[in-house]
């Protein structure tokens, strides 16, 4: 049985409050904050970037994945790091050259994430599959919390996890968007190791929010 984890996305928290939601996330047995950096560019909104993630960095220890929604992902890297990243996650539609991107990553001490949009077939990103920690499959088009699951995604989680299988890759596999108490269980069904969900985790009870997700019965 593969462990199920969760990645509260700030993106729908209480900005005002953001110390205390994101403690609430970790007493609630999160396992990674998802942190939805965007510019105005390669996605259609703004939100914030590492000033704000170094000042959150001191709420707690669980660590941060940077999603960078984001069009040069390459010039700010090592600013995301030292703001306290411990997972930098760059779009495979950025036009960025990858093999130069991840190993700046990892010089600088992050773990390397790489998301694909759900028109971007698994295939694409296969030729990367051994050199990152983590794939994060985009269930709704980026740009905003609150969108509807794209159930056309649950085939290309199954091929990505039976390919993890297969290669016996350390790869996790997320999916991020419009995951919901209602539909968790066949993303987890699919194959994904880590659920990453905003509006259905900061919308009412945080910590319990967290734990029925962990809960497959
Ligand atoms: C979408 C972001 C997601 C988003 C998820 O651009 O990458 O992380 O915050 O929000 P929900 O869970 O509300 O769909
Ligand atoms: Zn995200």
Do not use: N
């Given at each position: 049985m593969r462990k199920i984890m969760v990645a509260p996305s700030?993106?729908?928290?209480?900005f005002a409050n953001l110390c205390d939601e994101i403690q609430k996330c970790e007493k609630g047995d999160a396992d990674i904050i998802h942190l939805d950096v965007m510019d105005?560019?390669?996605?259609p909104n703004i939100t914030f970037g590492p000033v704000v993630i170094k000042s959150i960095?001191?709420?707690?220890k669980l660590p941060f994945d940077a999603h960078l929604m984001i069009e040069k992902p390459e010039k700010f890297v090592k600013d995301f790091i030292s703001a306290g990243a411990d997972i930098v996650t760059v779009h495979?539609?950025?036009?960025?050259?990858f093999d130069t991107i991840i190993r700046k990553i990892r010089n600088y001490g992050a773990e390397v994430g790489i998301a694909i949009n759900p028109?971007?077939?698994f295939s694409k990103v296969k030729e990367y599959m051994d050199e990152i920690d983590y794939l994060l499959i985009m269930s709704v088009y980026p740009g905003f919390a609150g969108q509807r699951f794209i159930k056309d995604v649950l085939p290309k989680i199954k091929e990505a996890r039976e390919y993890v299988d297969k290669e016996d890759l350390q790869v996790k596999i997320g999916v991020d968007g419009g995951i919901k108490h209602t539909n968790y269980k066949e993303v987890l069904n699919a194959g994904a190791d880590i659920l990453v969900a905003a509006s259905a985790i900061f919308g009412g009870d945080i910590v319990r929010n967290i734990q029925d997700f962990k809960k497959m019965k």
């Open positions: 700030i993106l729908s928290a209480d105005g560019h390669f996605v960095r001191r709420c707690t495979l539609e950025t036009k960025v050259d028109d971007t077939p």
